[in-house]
């Protein structure tokens, strides 16, 4: 058990209140001592590194200037938070992180008065705090409203909606731009230093002020073109321009790992600023730790690790990733169809695509942050007669869908969406679980929406949905490694809306869609061991349905159970519509879909949340007995 670092000046810091008393020339001290502390932390328990790293000076020297929680501090991107988090009373729980009944790896409000906003996602951060500054100004009841955005979120086109809506109200907003990859600009020293103190002054705002004041005595025209001519003239030497055409009062670039550069700039804005300003703050992600400042993307997310060496501790694979199936099964049929495109949103590893991107560089595009344009940009794509991959999240698809029910479905075009990290994500909680794209898509006229049971399915899926030009198509697949089934060299076409027969039985019958299908099979081991004979099957498609297949298990069966790793509406709500048109929900049928739980789940082992919801072994088997009216629970090991 290694020892945990000494921290004499972070002790004396129980909640943001206890900075005040720490003198300003001791603050470099008490940033090593938070940055142990924090890598310390997530060696125990993984998650975020990189990003909390490159903001510990930050995170002191807001809560230090600022009077939190009454003033509102809101992380774009929540995993930029652990620093927050130890500061605001929560370190005595920091090494619970993304731990069943732990902190979240987020920010959270049920968790704390200090997390005004939970945020998981990227990009909220302005328009969050924007809501909270215009309604502090209703309530009359003056107070900063600070929204932290970086590490990517800036390519987000919402960041940009609520930059346009905050100049425009001139509402007093205080945004720090965390450039944590000198994507908009380097620092520029100790002269960009100089500049943003003098420019964040009580001399040049109040003259800035007064001016404004002076020039509105002439008139509208006559007071923007003077307005604009001085931001203008301060852009070309500041920087900043395109802020300032937003309405916002632009300060920067700064050094955001001195506090030489950001407590005097920050306690300026705190003192003078009277509308929005932005604060262009550089920092390096990983800072202080030197395997995360040598690779940044590999120690964005980390397992547990070794402080020392930074060596992260995997187990080692039984089979290979979903992520790496579905991006090896692209690569092949892109060699076989030259029309083959990939687009991913800001996550080309998490994808799978950075392997394709290394083979066909000229077909795989990353767009940033920005689903929505994703969506319509593969749009755009398809109507050519290319066929595009929109390879995203479950979770994030969410942010575009809007795009594709207007730009593809209505449409028809032939966009493909391979859907990763469905159903249950373990650490990253209800945030990133996968629970809703069957839901909102299957609804949509046209849609052809599949899930992958295994590895080889996969691989099926993708070579299907690439050979398919009738219209959009889905397949979905959840994070983590497959069950170890034999690979096809490569994937076969399957017959659209036809499902596959497992096993047959005669009581109970269980239909599967998505990778619940092995609990399906140990639960139909058990439901024949206790002399109720199971037939299993796996239906591939939520749309179309295999009427087919669900009318010979209807009739056929006693029992008929869905399983799903979603929400309810989704694939066994289809099932249950098509039955009750056919009559079969009057004639004696025991009818019963298996879904997520109706609640969002906090972190835990995915194996956890599924028992939880009831979609393991054991829940299936629970349920057939209490379609039986039978609620004697069948006892079952997983251990072999």
């Known amino acids: 058990m290694s020892d945990r670092p000494d921290t004499p000046l972070l002790d004396r810091v129980h909640v943001p209140v206890d900075l005040k008393d720490i003198d300003d020339r001791d603050m ?19 998650g975020h590194l990189g990003a909390g790293l490159g903001v510990v000076e930050l995170t002191l020297a807001i809560h230090k200037i600022f009077d939190t929680p009454h003033d509102r501090l809101i992380f774009d991107v929540g995993h930029q938070c652990y620093p927050h988090k130890i500061l605001t009373g929560r370190r005595d729980r920091i ?20 997390d005004p906003f939970g945020a998981a996602h990227s990009s909220t951060s302005i328009s969050a705090g924007l809501g909270m500054a215009v309604a502090s100004a209703m309530a009359e009841e003056p107070r900063n409203v600070i929204a932290v955005i970086g590490d990517g979120a800036m390519s987000a086109g919402m960041a940009y909606e609520a930059l346009n809506n905050a100049g425009a109200l001139d509402a007093r907003l205080i945004v720090i731009l965390n450039d944590n990859d000198m994507s908009i600009a380097p620092p520029t020293g100790a002269m960009s230093a100089y500049l943003a103190r003098l420019a964040s002054g009580r001399t040049y705002m109040g003259v800035r002020e007064f001016g404004k004041k002076l020039t509105a005595y002439l008139g509208k025209a006559v007071d923007r073109a003077i307005t604009r001519a001085v931001e203008h003239a301060r852009g070309y030497v500041t920087g900043g321009t395109l802020f300032e055409e937003l309405g916002f009062y632009h300060i920067g670039p700064i050094d955001g790992h001195s506090f030489d550069h950001l407590l005097p700039v920050l306690r300026n804005v705190r003192d003078n600023a009277q509308g929005p300003v ?25 397992s547990k690790f070794d402080v020392i060496t930074g060596a992260q501790a995997k187990a080692p694979p039984n089979a ?44 795989c595009f990353d767009v940033g942050i920005a689903e929505q344009h994703a969506v319509t940009f593969c749009a755009g794509i398809a109507s050519e007669g290319y066929r595009p991959f929109a390879a995203l999240y479950s979770t994030f698809l969410q942010r575009a869908y809007d795009q594709v029910v207007h730009d593809v479905a209505i449409q028809g075009l032939p966009v493909r969406f391979p859907i990763d990290r469905a159903g249950f994500v373990g650490a990253d909680g209800p945030t990133h679980a996968g629970s809703f794209d069957t839901t909102y898509l299957a609804t949509l006229p046209g849609f052809v929406v599949m899930a992958a049971a295994d590895e080889a399915e996969l691989k099926h899926m993708v070579r299907t949905a690439a050979a398919y030009d009738e219209g959009p198509i889905s397949f979905r697949y959840p994070r983590g490694e497959g069950a170890g089934v034999d690979l096809p060299e490569r994937g076969s076409l399957l017959e659209i809306g036809k499902g596959r027969l497992i096993k047959e039985g005669g009581k109970v019958a269980i239909l599967s869609f998505g990778t619940r299908l092995a609990d399906c099979m140990l639960a139909a081991e058990d439901l024949d061991a206790a002399g109720l004979p199971a037939t299993v099957a796996d239906a591939r ?12 298990l209807a009739r056929h069966h006693e029992v008929m159970i869905t399983v799903e790793e979603g929400a309810v509406g989704g694939f066994g709500s289809h099932v249950m519509q098509f039955l009750a048109h056919e009559g079969l929900l009057d004639n004696g049928l025991k009818f019963r879909p ?25 829940g ?21």
């Open 28 to 46: 470099p001290q008490l940033a090593d001592e938070l940055r142990a502390e924090m890598i310390d932390a997530v060696s125990v328990t993984g």
């Open 95 to 114: 090494r619970t992180l993304r731990q069943e009944d732990g902190l979240s790896g987020f920010t959270r409000r049920a968790e704390s008065e200090y």
């Open 278 to 302: 932005l604060i262009h703050v550089v920092t390096q992600k990983g800072k202080g730790y030197a395997p995360a400042e040598a690779a940044a993307d590999k120690y964005h997310g980390v």
């Open 320 to 363: 290979p990733s979903y992520t790496r199936v579905f991006a090896d099964a692209l690569i092949e049929e892109a060699a076989h169809d030259e029309k083959i495109v990939a687009v991913t949103a800001a996550m080309p590893s998490g994808t799978g695509l950075d392997k394709f991107l290394e083979v066909y560089p000229e077909r």
């Open 541 to 552: 498609f939520a749309k179309p349905l295999d009427h087919e297949l669900i009318l010979q």
């Open 594 to 618: 298996l879904v997520m739980p109706d609640y969002f789940m906090q972190q835990a082992k995915p194996e956890a949340m599924y028992a939880r919801a009831g979609l393991d072994r054991e």
């Open 620 to 640: 299936i088997v629970k349920a057939a007995f209490q379609a039986l009216g039978n609620e004697r629970l069948v006892s079952t090991s997983t251990q072999a």
